[in-house]
């Protein structure tokens, strides 16, 4: 079992950054590849990006490649989204998930509550 709680959104303008983080319970955080999510009012959860379980391997959705970057870290049980150039397009709920296997589809085993991101213009 694994309960993942993300924090770091809020209001930022359009061009600003904002680091997410994903803070995950239990001991074997280490096995689990690292999904990030975003869903818009109105539109279908997206896949933003993925991380392997030893962050050698990282997957990104072509709408945030070269401005996102995903990363973890083992030992505080924790990973990121840093998110730079953001746009208005990126206003969302994001979430976190966590799977034996490194996905680029919706179908995570375990996911957070999201944290909301909004980019004003």
């Known amino acids: 079992q694994v309960q993942l709680v993300e924090s770091g959104g809020g209001l930022v303008q359009a061009g600003g950054s904002l680091r997410l983080s994903c803070a995950a319970s239990?001991?074997?955080?280490?096995?689990?590849?690292m999904g990030w999510f975003r869903q818009a009012p109105g539109k279908e959860r997206e896949f933003v990006a993925a991380i392997s379980w030893t962050g050698s391997n990282t997957y990104y959705a072509d709408s945030v490649k070269g401005r996102f970057t995903i990363s973890r870290d083992n030992a505080k049980n924790t990973v990121y989204l840093q998110m730079n150039s953001l746009k208005p397009e990126d206003t969302a709920r994001y979430y976190c998930a966590a799977d034996l296997q490194l996905l680029v589809t919706d179908t995570y085993d375990y996911w957070g509550q999201g944290t909301q991101v909004t980019v004003s213009s």
């Open positions: 239990g001991r074997t955080f280490r096995r689990y590849a």
